[in-house]
């Protein structure tokens, strides 16, 4: 099994950044792709970005291209997610979430472990 502890969330006005961090532990966190979402108020729980298992392959979605990096330390076992020139529409509950089995995603139901999640508000 795997745990998943996402920090980093906070309060930030916009234009600003935060890096969030998801570290992991009882698994072999370099066998595992993970991956970033989100959920807002009232809203369905939305992809962010993800990254292999060795980080050479990259997925964002389009609204935070140019803007978010994911990145991870496998000698750390950690997953970032640098949030950079952040807008209120990107205020929501971040997760970070570890797929064990299938390759890359960038959909919920193929990710099988999540953590508790970060607040992350931007404000105007």
């Known amino acids: 099994q795997v745990q998943l502890v996402e920090s980093g969330g906070g309060l930030v006005q916009a234009g600003g950044s935060l890096r969030l961090s998801c570290a992991a532990s009882?698994?072999?966190?370099?066998?595992?792709?993970m991956g970033w979402f989100r959920q807002a108020p009232g809203k369905e729980r939305e992809f962010v970005a993800s990254i292999s298992k060795t980080g050479g392959s990259t997925y964002y979605r389009d609204s935070v291209k140019g803007r978010f990096t994911i990145s991870r330390d496998n000698a750390k076992n950690t997953v970032f997610l640098q949030m950079n020139s952040l807008k209120p529409e990107d205020t929501g509950v971040y997760y970070c979430a570890a797929e064990t089995f299938a390759t890359v995603s960038t959909v919920i139901p193929d990710y099988d472990y999540w953590g508790q999640g970060t607040q992350v508000t931007v404000s105007s």
């Open positions: 009882g698994g072999t966190f370099s066998s595992y792709a």
